[in-house]
């Protein structure tokens, strides 16, 4: 299956999706003016990913502000890796957030609590953004 790559813009995170290793990363700052035009390529590529997927999917966040409507597409796609984890599939989300931005890690726990997936969380302290 052929990568899906997207370039991060001022408003869109960058998106490295690949289906050979499983590997998802997501990095950056989710506010498109229309989450709908930016992520349902994405949500496409997973649900063709899942045709035939590799034993273990990775998915690595990564995002410093998400807006209400990609938080929407974030959830569907995390909605669609845990019908495939209820199937079989294995998987595990590692969110990253700043050690001082509870917006964003409350986001991955209400994400956690509402697909029950595997979810890490991974604290980016001060000094390694500086």
Known sequence: MKPLIIT?????PSVKLDGETGMMQFEGR???EDAEVFYMPIISWLEEYYKNPVPVTN???RLDYINSGSSKYLLELFRIVGRKYR????CLVTWHYEEEDEAIQDLGEHYRITVRI???F??????DIE
């Open 8 to 12: 991060p813009t001022f408003s869109t």
């Open 30 to 32: 989710s506010i498109p």
């Open 59 to 61: 998915l690595n966040f």
């Open 87 to 90: 199937e079989g599939n294995q």
């Open 118 to 120: 595997p979810f890490e």
């Open 122 to 127: 991974k604290v980016i302290k001060q000094e």
